[in-house]
């Protein structure tokens, strides 16, 4: 996706965030609706703060920093930076308001643009990073304002104006892979991020892996048939998951006299059986599929029969639904696909030098890793190596269940 | 301080909520900064709510809620009326925006304007508490909104005009109070609260009652002397409070270069010695008294004390300092004053009936009482016998210490 | 109750301590069944320890410790001596062993000898508080050890030959005081606790006490009536605790097919409808009496009820039943007394001088005062004036309701 | 290690549980010091439970449990068997006591005998499983009894007559190993637990492991150079963890003027620099890593090393040191050693059937593989191929640290 100059991408990006806030009210940019998600106004001016600390600071000449408390204030887990501001307390700020923040990226836009043009390879590595780290941000600001929206009693909608569309299930279908040898990260000269390296052999057993995602009729049958009820089902920390915060249903589905209904960043709808099921856990994803007979794939085998696919035809938060529309054959938007593996290091891995390197090393603990982008991912942004992670019992996220199977281990 | 018509009262009182607001930008009506201290937009709605429930759905005929679901959004605690909205949950909500809630303020005021001159006595009797409710709603708006400016890292001002004046604090001297029989409770025909009543006898030993309140300088001795290391100044539920929540001084106050500055309405500002401490919890103020080789009064001492006293001669909000000013004399404005009395029912107390029962009779319980009102209290809302009531632990309130002593016991 | 010498008491009531303990194999002695509630090896130690800290280490020359770390171990709360072992954490003490503190004892009693016949004030004062200290511990060894055994899945007794014995109820009658200045406070020249002092005057309105407590039959229409599901019975702090902790009847009650079983000490049995209901909260005993139209007396009505009557004649744990009775008449045994009154100094109090100070005066905040010994207190400790005191959500002592009402305000 | 008849060695394992609790005083057999440690008898009584459970209640004909509510009491996690009873509450269970819990063993032991010797392929697996899993508990009995005497202010030592021994260290080298295509998993006839099949082929890019664990004196470095104060060493959630829990130095470790003591099962000894560091968290030993220029192991470079030793030759339990001794040349015994992989399923991976499955594959989230046994466990139990798993925040096993490094990638 790389395409025009870095400083028109850098433009088109940055302007991209300000646009997903349009439809918003003031109010709505200073909310935490839980822990983990932040504020639309925090996102804004943490993506600013990332130019501004590790691009302006150490290359622009005389940089004056718009306000020094910003570096605590807007720190999000860099301790090499300093001491970030606490994050469950970052809805907790009705200062600086919307207009400073806007200011704050003004300011910062502006002092930017001059090292846009600089042919410093150095500088030019990080504009970049700085842009795939605001894009991050912008699937998180939709995902974090979701959970806003859709815990709010009034159920509100972000946008009345977004396409609605279901595509009808086929049959579900597995594909075979025959494992083998396979190569499994980054490669090429196109960006990634330092958890795709380095490109290294893996070993795999012959497998499956389902055609389309799992949809909200499949899953029904699983509620129905008491999933949530049997620990027979349920990995041992996602069984106590399932107790502790009385799970019946994904994230966003509610009952209302005998239907379930699930919220849409569109507005609130009843749930429709052929679409994917969206907002489930990791725990869910795996205890559907014991209950279905199958099991999760691993992230090798999903980017296994990732490669060679078009990492951009899928339905991307450009396309406007942000919500997935199912379907079949298609590996990359829609949802993040949970897989079985631990996020952790390829072997000969290493950080970027640095408090960047606390980008993506230091969570190499207790994550899972998903794949291939969503319906709030801005297309472009993923391809075939790309490793999304988040803890097992997370929901908030637009993930989904792809299933697979039938690896005959070969002795 | 009823004057004027019932009518021009509610629009004075409602209008004086609005105005309390205009300082703010829309970003700060939404924070709540602890779980106790509610958004201004929110206290702007729940007293609009107050009027809604107790008084249009019972007696205006033919009356539309304005939304349906505002019942239980902003129900503070009535059970009577329905399950209310978690108290936690009340910075979450960016919709109704403040927009929606100026225009439920508008359509209630004109929904209740026939309902004001009408000659029922209920009627009439509810519109009185519900203006007095909002009265309260006014002091907890400021000191919700204090809490919320005060731990922003930036430290904003609520107002930059506010007056800023510390009178002179004279030594502190006491005044002997015989004891002996006294009347304890409301009298006369003016508004009180259900737990002023019923009016009643209690014995009194002497007592003698400090003349001003304890200054911060005071209780920097306190601080000096190792006041918040030493367990035996201390209750022992202050104590485990101490302990686990890290207090070494006044809520707002931090140590910057060896210097002690005090949050204020009118922003930071070094504490200033002759001032009364303020934002100490019932913990603190036990302790101190301890220290000082006193104690707290007891809810009838300051009673007593105060009987006969002009209830409006002293500081408060209408004097737009929003800060104590100190000096001597006072028993009203200025600091809610905590007493060592738990809060109960007075012998008889009966609560109001229905759902208006719950004002005040479910919090008899772990809270002590405080007297006089303060520098953020409507001038006019307190009397000798109202009694405002909080949890020892607490300390976001205007809340100050006045000694007592010497209660030469008569057997 | 104080008979014989000093010497013979002494050698009295550390007798019963252990005798208390016959009945338990080794593994009971080291239970703690809940952070408020200590093991009985705990309580054996602890009674000693506080011989050894406030009589020997003064008093006796050249006396050794047992051991000096016990000093630290076996502290309960007195900060003046030293930080205590951490309550929570007493029942992961596995040494020292039964066998241990048993020496402990024997090596404190041996060198307690000598002061019990010396002719010092201050000694005899001390050795007769720490005996009454013994006695408390005494009780709460029982109360603390049925929280053992009755949340074990054994459900086993503690002792097979308890007397079982239920009084019939009489109808529920009313005796009516009439009030007036009444003297409050212990008097005479008998041991009594710094927190029943100074004596002095306090003035009744008029009001009339039960003359028996609430049955288990007549609670169990309040269970049946929904009580525990209704939140207009409870104070809002009750109701949150209901909420929280899932309470649906008494705290050793549970229901069996369509039965109530209740834990005694003598094993499980069918709850007797005609029995005083015990083991209530006084959240659920201010519930009952509001659900009854009454509601609990105050300390000073309950004192001023009970001067005159013998403190000896009720059900106490020397007539080895360990559980209620019921019948009528008597206000001193059966069940401690919940009052509507919070726990504070009298006026003028004063508490003891230097550690000992700690015994009783830094608990006052947020507990109420229950009145009268129960079934588990040793004959003789108890009389008019004694003051216990719990948090109102505590359940675990032998706690019941008696119920006032008939206050007519005269004004 | 199966050596005798299947019958000899039931006897000699249940009697080794019985011999490793001889030192004990019988309160010791009740403490539980944390959630994850239970009590001895717990112990005891949970690996009886077992072969009453999976061996007597479905191949003994006629059998009568011994005490019906066993089956709930000493259930540990086996939802498929019944609701266990809550793991926290283990520590409070007075009853049954010791006795009793003997008591149950014996009578399980008699009824086993005759299933010892039928000729049953079934029961045969199952029996064994039932060996392996007591000896499993027989090192969590070591381990949660040292939790229990560790953390007792007395520090009291299990035994006295343990063999005290530290060899010299030789300076840190590493052993290259080419990678390449190997072979995981258990293979041969022998017993393996379920998670360690199926054997399946991995693909390993060169790497270099270290010839021994790390010491206490290189420990001591990483802590005197302030790893426990520098977050660039952490994982996010290690570095959350030393703050939330205060970490500076191993699990047993303190500081008494000025010099490092650690607690042993034979007692408190000053630390020993040539020893291995034992105690510290895959979070710590992460860190360590990091620091010192080097990575933990994957379990399968840890797999590949150990293929060809002798599994039972290095310091086991049976050598009754119950503390390592470094040196060095030995993968197996004196420390559990962390690798950076997390516990998952193999390829192709089936839990057994029926309740017995939820033996090993419901715990594979979150986890770390930890390899080749401690001086805890016991002799002849432990293989290449055995895979133990904890969280990354335990620290209360025998777990220590080797490194690993010099993955160089092949692209």
Redesign the interface.
Known sequence: MPVGSLADRYRAVRARSEALCQPL?????????MDEASPP?WHLAHTTWFFETFLLKPFATAYQPVDG?YE??FNS?Y??VGEP?PRPRR????????GDVMDYRTLVDRAMAPLLDREDEEVRRRVELGLQHEQQHQELMLTDLKA??G????R?AYRLDLAAETKAAPPLGFSDHEGG?I?IGAEGDGFCFDNEL????????P?ALADRLVTNGEYLEFIEDGGYRN??W??????ATVCAKGWQAPFYWRERDGAWLEYRLGGEAPVAPAAPVVHVS??EADAYARWAGC?LP?EFEWEASAVGLDPNAGNFADDERLHPVGGNGQLFGDLWEWT???Y?????YAPLPGALGEYNG?????QLVLRGGSCATPRGHVRASYRNFFY?ADRWQFSGIRLAKG?????
């Open positions: 009210s003031v109010e709505d940019y200073g909310v935490q609706p106004k408390r605590h204030l887990y301790n090499g501001y809805g907790l700020l009705s200062r600086p308001t919307v806003n929206l815990f709010n009693p009034l509100p040898m190569r380095p490109r290294h052999r893996v070993w795999l057993e497998f620990p027979a349920w990995l041992s920390e996602g069984w990791g725990f099991r691993t079985s593996s631990a952790g290091p390829y072997p000969g230091k969570f190499m603990s207790s097992p690896s005959e281990p070969a002795t």
